[in-house]
């Protein structure tokens, strides 16, 4: 089970990147460039949860997402996919930085359940951290 984690530090306050992460409205696949439209969906929501599909061509999973605004912490599990098993998760820890913004803490572990899953489980080690910390960049440039 291939786990990636880094940290990431942003000028936004939490607040704005614990927004920025629940954002659940029709503009997270323009936030969140890897959703399409298409594999956008959410299924029920309420404070602090929401249960979302989200996804593209090549991966798609229906996840439960928590959060805390106080302890700063915001989970997301897998609950079906076309590429990982329940169990599989993001955990994004938030901080406030020391001198303003925040620091994020973020740890992704995937557990394979098809051969495409594996596939993208095997360059998880050798790219994730750089996709996955670009991502969020992304997402955090936009989110503004």
């Known amino acids: ?30 936030l969140y460039r890897n959703i399409d439209r298409s594999h956008f969906r959410v299924h029920g929501r309420g404070p602090g949860w929401a ?8 991966a798609w999973e229906r996840s439960r997402y928590e959060w805390d605004a106080a302890s700063g912490l915001v989970t997301v599990k897998t609950t079906e996919s ?11 820890r938030l901080r406030p930085g020391a001198v303003g913004g925040t620091q994020i803490d973020v ?23 750089r996709v996955l910390r670009s991502d969020l960049q992304n997402v955090l440039s936009h989110a503004r």
Request: net charge negative; aromatic share 6%; glycine share 6%.
């Open 107 to 129: 740890t992704v572990v995937r557990n394979a359940r098809t051969l495409r899953g594996k596939l993208i489980a095997l360059g998880l080690p050798l790219l994730g951290v």
């Open 51 to 58: 249960d979302v599909t989200e996804g593209n061509v090549l």
């Open 82 to 92: 076309d590429s990982w098993s329940p169990g599989s998760r993001w955990e994004y």
């Open 1 to 30: 089970m291939p786990t990636v984690h880094f940290q990431l530090a942003t000028d936004l306050a939490p607040e704005a990147v614990l927004s920025a992460l629940t954002d659940f409205s029709d503009r997270r696949p323009d």
